[in-house]
């Protein structure tokens, strides 16, 4: 836990400026005094201080008082990685380890044709979020949604209370929704057990909050399922990139995905792929040197990673995750593979939390960039002898 006077001041130095930030807003749903605000424009998606005393954006009166929260809150400050995996799994993890401590890795899906359709790998959130409201376990949960009518493509962090609302949230955006700060919203309209879907990055803040006692955010957060990402791209590339080069207005598409390329379809049924090495430019910024690709703190990491298109990569980490996976597969609501039956997905897995966990710079504490040696490659047959 955070020495007791580790305040905004050192989160604003360590975290927030130095390129550790990702933006997940943990430490704006934490504050209690409403002091911090988060800018989400021009690429930025960062927290800062509404009021700092004197004009000195690193300063906080509450901090200088003794409050700590921002810190506590913060899955990026200081030695996150280990406290989080000792709390969750109750020890911290080995080098092989390299995607996270875990129960099961599986392929699943939802085995209700809407849910399957309106889902992007086969609907296994949806399907998880509504199971979920249905039996008890949460009666919220924080979600994104497309701004407006959706032909912004821009994303944006909302509530979900009803099968509609869950169905509407589905499908990725690949640019960034901070959706905790939806967080406000579902307690306002009464809600106690709370799901968060969100990037990797996001899904290590409820458990962050609950190891070092940051107040009492982390009690409302009941299920925590955590998206598989290896990075967010800034809303400019829709006209700088798509629009420019490919002719393809944001307002005229009606999907994407990314498979090893960013695939876009079109309301006019066209389909188009764009290099991802030609989005590399609009990377993030809180993403450049963030090692967790893998969701390592959710109870149920999920992707659309793998040689099976309608197939979620599912990763069970915890015991309410596997509670929730076991019902829903009893009560017929999703089917499930192992996932040895696509080894390259959890290959691919491996390889890319591996690339994400050296992004971690040597300036900082050094747990989040322990990254094992690849797997030895087969050495090839020797040629036979000649006759």
Same mark, same amino acid.
């Given at each position: 836990?955070?020495?007791?006077?580790?305040?905004?001041?050192?989160?604003? #130095?360590?975290?927030?400026?130095?390129?550790?930030?990702? /933006? *997940?807003?943990? =430490?704006?749903? %934490? @504050? &209690?005094?409403?002091?911090?605000?988060?800018?989400?424009?021009?690429?930025?998606?960062?927290?800062?201080?509404?009021?700092?005393?004197?004009? #000195?954006?690193?300063?906080?009166?509450?901090?200088?008082? /003794? *409050?700590?929260? =921002?810190?506590? %809150? @913060? &899955?990026?400050?200081?030695?996150?990685?280990?406290?989080?995996?000792?709390?969750?799994?109750?020890?911290?993890?080995?080098?092989?380890?390299? #995607?996270?401590?875990?129960?099961?890795?599986?392929?699943?899906?939802?085995?209700?044709?809407?849910?399957?359709?309106?889902?992007?790998?086969?609907?296994?959130?949806?399907?998880?979020?509504?199971?979920?409201?249905?039996?008890?376990?949460?009666?919220?949960?924080?979600?994104?949604?497309?701004?407006?009518?959706?032909?912004?493509?821009?994303?944006?962090?909302?509530?979900?209370?009803?099968?509609?609302?869950?169905?509407?949230?589905?499908?990725?955006?690949?640019?960034?929704?901070?959706?905790?700060?939806?967080?406000?919203?579902?307690?306002?309209?009464?809600?106690?057990?709370?799901?968060?879907?969100?990037?990797?990055?996001?899904?290590?803040?409820?458990?962050?909050?609950?190891?070092?006692?940051?107040?009492?955010?982390?009690?409302?957060?009941?299920?925590?399922?955590?998206?598989?990402?290896?990075?967010?791209?800034?809303?400019?590339?829709?006209?700088?990139?798509?629009?420019?080069?490919?002719?393809?207005?944001?307002?005229?598409?009606?999907?994407?995905?990314?498979?090893?390329?960013?695939?876009?379809?079109?309301?006019?049924?066209?389909?188009?792929?764009?290099?991802?090495?030609?989005?590399?430019?609009?990377?993030?910024?809180?993403?450049?040197?963030?090692?967790?690709?893998?969701?390592?703190?959710?109870?149920?990491?999920?992707?659309?990673?793998?040689?099976?298109?309608?197939?979620?990569?599912?990763?069970?980490?915890?015991?309410?995750?596997?509670?929730?996976?076991?019902?829903?597969?009893?009560?017929?609501?999703?089917?499930?593979?192992?996932?040895?039956?696509?080894?390259?997905?959890?290959?691919?897995?491996?390889?890319?939390?591996?690339?994400?966990?050296?992004?971690?710079?040597?300036?900082?504490?050094?747990?989040?960039?322990?990254?094992?040696?690849?797997?030895?490659?087969?050495?090839?047959?020797?040629?036979?002898?000649?006759?």
């Amino acid at each position: 836990m955070p020495p007791a006077k580790l305040h905004w001041t050192h989160l604003y #130095d360590e975290v927030v400026t130095s390129g550790l930030c990702t /933006g *997940c807003a943990g =430490c704006i749903v %934490a @504050c &209690p005094y409403d002091v911090l605000g988060y800018d989400d424009s021009n690429g930025i998606y960062k927290p800062f201080h509404l009021d700092p005393p004197n004009g #000195d954006p690193a300063g906080c009166e509450h901090g200088e008082k /003794g *409050c700590t929260l =921002c810190t506590r %809150a @913060c &899955p990026r400050f200081r030695s996150w990685e280990t406290e989080i995996d000792t709390f969750m799994f109750g020890r911290a993890r080995v080098e092989a380890e390299v #995607d996270g401590i875990s129960k099961d890795i599986v392929l699943a899906r939802a085995t209700d044709p809407q849910i399957h359709e309106a889902g992007q790998d086969g609907g296994l959130v949806s399907a998880i979020l509504l199971w979920g409201m249905e039996h008890g376990y949460i009666d919220a949960a924080l979600v994104s949604y497309l701004e407006g009518d959706g032909t912004s493509w821009k994303a944006i962090p909302g509530v979900a209370r009803t099968r509609d609302e869950i169905l509407a949230s589905a499908g990725s955006r690949y640019t960034y929704s901070a959706n905790t700060m939806a967080y406000a919203d579902a307690v306002e309209g009464g809600a106690e057990k709370i799901a968060l879907v969100g990037m990797s990055c996001q899904s290590s803040a409820p458990p962050v909050m609950a190891t070092r006692k940051a107040g009492k955010v982390a009690r409302r957060f009941a299920l925590n399922i955590g998206l598989l990402c290896s990075k967010t791209f800034d809303d400019a590339i829709f006209e700088e990139l798509f629009e420019a080069k490919y002719g393809l207005r944001k307002q005229d598409m009606v999907k994407m995905n990314i498979k090893g390329v960013f695939q876009v379809w079109m309301r006019d049924g066209s389909y188009h792929e764009v290099p991802l090495k030609e989005c590399h430019a609009w990377t993030r910024e809180g993403c450049k040197l963030c090692p967790d690709f893998a969701a390592e703190h959710a109870d149920i990491s999920t992707g659309g990673i793998g040689a099976f298109n309608d197939w979620t990569l599912t990763i069970v980490r915890t015991d309410v995750g596997r509670e929730v996976m076991d019902g829903m597969l009893r009560d017929g609501v999703i089917e499930i593979r192992p996932g040895d039956d696509d080894p390259g997905a959890i290959a691919l897995l491996r390889k890319l939390s591996r690339v994400s966990r050296r992004r971690w710079p040597s300036t900082a504490v050094p747990e989040p960039g322990m990254v094992p040696p690849p797997a030895p490659k087969a050495a090839p047959e020797p040629a036979p002898s000649p006759a």
